[in-house]
C-alpha cells in the first residue's frame, strides 16, 4: 500500500516517473538505432513528423475534444 503522500509529492513523483519513461523511451530508441545504421535518425524523424501531424489536427473539429498539449506530447514522445 502507497503512504500518504501530499499533493507536491504526487506531482514530484509523477515528474520523475515522466523522466524516468522519456530516458527509458530515448534508449530503446537509440539502441534500435545502432543495430540498423541504415535508419539513421529514423525514430527521431518520425516523432517530428507525428508532432507535426498532430499539431495541424488540433484545429480539426473531430479532434478539438482532445486536451491538446498533453495529447501531443504523449503521443510523439510514444512513437516508435
Known sequence: MMPDMDGYAVLS????NLI????????RAH????????TGDHIIR????VDILARHFQ???RFN????????AEVTRSTP
Not at 65 to 70: D, E, G, K, S
Open 13 to 16: 513523483k509523477l515528474k520523475e
Open 59 to 61: 484545429t480539426h473539429p
Open 46 to 49: 518520425t516523432q517530428s513528423y
Open 65 to 72: 475534444t482532445i486536451p491538446v498539449a498533453r495529447y501531443i
Open 31 to 38: 539502441l534500435a538505432e545502432t543495430r540498423d545504421t541504415d
Open 20 to 27: 524516468v519513461q522519456n530516458a527509458s523511451i530515448r534508449a
